[in-house]
Nanobody
């Protein structure tokens, strides 16, 4: 098993940037593919970005492509999500996740962090 803990959320003005991190403990995170999801109030959890266990491949939701960058996921470089050009629609609780499948589906990820709140003011 692996335990995940997000950090780096907060309040930022529209157009600003934030960097989220995900600390992993337990079974090495390099064993898993990693991803970020988010959930806004009253909405379902949605895919943001994923990276393969090798760190070679990454994929993004259309809504964040070109603005967000996923990286890391190994012992020397924890998983992170660099977010730029934030807008109020990005307001949500952000979760990191680990799974055996490189996927954009919630159901494919076995392990989840508790989430960190990101609020973007207009």
């Amino acid at each position: 098993q692996v335990q995940l803990a997000e950090s780096g959320g907060g309040l930022v003005q529209a157009g600003g940037s934030l960097r989220l991190s995900c600390a992993a403990s337990g079974r090495p995170s390099i064993t898993y593919n990693l991803a970020w999801f988010r959930q806004a109030p009253g909405k379902e959890r949605e895919f943001v970005a994923a990276i393969t266990r090798s760190g070679v491949l990454a994929r993004y939701a259309d809504s964040v492509r070109g603005r967000f960058t996923i990286s890391g996921g190994n012992a020397n470089n924890p998983l992170s999500l660099q977010m730029t050009s934030l807008n109020p629609a990005d307001t949500a609780v952000y979760f990191c996740a680990a799974g055996s499948t490189y996927s954009s589906r919630v159901a494919d990820y076995e392990y989840w962090g508790q989430g960190t709140q990101v609020t973007v003011s207009s």
